[in-house]
């Protein structure tokens, strides 16, 4: 995963390099136009999970293949609304509201289109990527995130042999790489997976039921790609490409980093599911509150030495640092150590089927975003604001959800608090002040390689030895110990 996540990094800013700050924050923000369409295909894939795991905890082969089939058919009539809807709004919009400088307007239709070509393989890769997690074959997205690090490179192996427009090439290999990542999940779980097999199936009842749990979804979907995609169009007409280009850079380093608690989030998601559908809500709530609390751990390691060091790190990894993409880059990754603690939640309303109320609450706290950006920065505050209100209404969103599942599987919110969240707030704190004066005795000026290199060597010393102390309970501690051993042998 390391290795995955520098590579990528690296590429990342090669690509930078090689198209520039214009042409680097253009083609971001293009990619958003039809990445604004995706709220449709993300709440199917949630929804085909769930029904997938369902089925499976009950043991019935034939239905979970029915389940993928039906699935698919709402897959492609979904693909068709999206490319209906990006040839319309999309397009009007790209050519008569985004801040695009004006030679560049062809390049970005063309981009414009083969992000969309992408994204329609993406759909079609949906139901595959969700019987791939249904069925816990977590070992698959390791290799094929080697396979996709690999294609990346080329990628910039490419744009540096080939002296054609590099933002159209760009955009055209992106593409290309969609449909190797397609072939390979459908021929893998078509390898492994009877279910996978696809057959139009007519089955009405399942469909309505497919589309119905979907529809509730789509609204929390809606919101999350409203609130992040919509905010960067702002941030685009009030100040250009430039500063798509620093959100960009902040958005990279934070999906590589983020990449980690996905995975592994990933891996607790099907049992989460499969031990509500079995009744069993003690390990159901178990499950959840662990795979919260995991999950913020794993992140903060990672991102804590970057959040003291990220000015030399972007410095280092960038040649050309675009302004914002430093304070931008340290406040979304605060942001997603809010979201590593929430991941579970919305997994465990999935399981419950009751989300109707929980994904209006979820859409009318994410759109918020929306206004507070815009009135910022029509007020002349700077961007770094528009951040600081994500975070905060982030926070308020991780409450939320944590209220609304407290309702669904009855748990006692104090003894949570008190188990979970407050031995979070307690190895935070403690790791941040260390860390501060660790900097301040150790390490006076962070400006070289060697000084990053140890003091991130000791974060994650120091961070690790008040999880092991504070962060775990005696069971979680003995079951780590005992996995520890395991692997030692």
């Known amino acids: 995963m390391f290795l995955t996540m520098g590579v990528s990094l690296f590429t990342s800013r090669i690509v930078l390099n090689t198209l520039g700050i214009e042409d680097f924050g253009t083609y971001n923000l293009v990619a958003a136009i039809v990445v604004m369409f995706s709220f449709i295909n993300n709440a199917m894939l949630g929804t085909t999970q769930r029904f997938l795991n369902y089925e499976m905890a009950k043991n019935s082969n034939g239905a ?24 319309t709004i999309g397009l009007w919009f790209l050519n008569f509201k985004l801040n695009i400088p004006i030679e560049r307007m062809q390049a970005a239709n063309i981009v414009y289109q083969f992000s969309l070509l992408t994204f329609c393989f993406s759909v079609l890769k949906a139901p595959y990527n969700a019987s791939v997690i249904a069925y816990e ?112 850079i902040a958005t990279q380093v934070n ?4 990449s980690f608690v996905s995975n592994f989030q990933l891996a607790f998601n099907p049992q989460i599911i499969k031990t509500f559908a079995s009744g069993d809500l003690k390990a159901h709530q178990k499950l959840v509150f662990q795979a919260s609390k995991f999950s913020y751990y ?43 603690l929430a991941g579970p939640f919305w997994v465990s309303m999935y399981a419950t089927g009751e989300i109707k109320k929980y994904q209006i609450g979820v ?84 400006f070289n390689f060697t000084d990053v290199a140890v003091f991130t060597g000791i974060s994650v010393l120091v961070i690790g030895s008040y999880i092991g102390v504070f962060g775990l309970s005696k069971e979680e501690k003995i079951k780590i110990y005992s996995l520890l051993k395991k692997k030692i042998k």
């Open 64 to 87: 979970v293949h029915k389940v993928f089939c039906v699935s698919m058919n709402v897959h492609l009539l979904i693909m068709l609304i999206i490319v209906f809807l990006s040839e």
């Open 137 to 248: 074959k977590m070992s698959f997205y390791a290799g094929i995130s080697i396979v996709e690090v690999v294609l990346k490179a080329l990628i910039v192996y490419l744009l540096l042999l080939f002296a054609f427009d590099k933002l159209i090439l760009y955009a055209i290999l992106v593409f290309a790489v969609s449909i190797l990542l397609f072939l390979a999940y459908r021929y893998f779980c078509r390898q492994l997976f009877p279910a996978c097999h696809y057959r139009y199936v007519k089955d009405r009842k399942l469909f309505k039921e497919l589309v119905g749990f979907s529809s509730w979804s789509m609204f929390g979907n809606l919101a999350l790609m409203g609130s992040s995609q919509g905010v960067f169009m702002i941030l685009n007409v009030f100040l250009g490409v430039t500063i798509n280009a620093a959100m960009a």
């Open 255 to 258: 999906l590589a980093v983020f």
């Open 298 to 340: 794993l992140l903060f390691i990672l991102v804590l030495p970057i959040l003291f060091n990220t000015t030399y790190i972007l410095q280092l990894w960038l040649k050309i640092v675009p302004e914002y993409a430093i304070p931008f880059t340290q406040l979304i990754l605060i942001f997603s150590l809010i979201d590593a």
């Open 363 to 446: 859409a009318l706290i994410l759109f918020l975003n929306l206004p507070i950006a815009y009135l910022l920065l029509k007020q002349g505050f700077s961007p770094i604001y528009v951040i600081v209100g994500k975070i905060i209404l982030n926070f308020i969103l991780f409450l939320f959800r944590l209220l609304m599942i407290q309702k669904h599987i009855k748990f006692s919110l104090i003894k949570v608090i008190k188990d979970v969240y407050l031995q979070v707030i307690f190895v935070s704190t403690v790791s941040i002040l260390s860390l501060f004066y660790i900097k301040k005795l150790v390490v006076l000026e962070a």
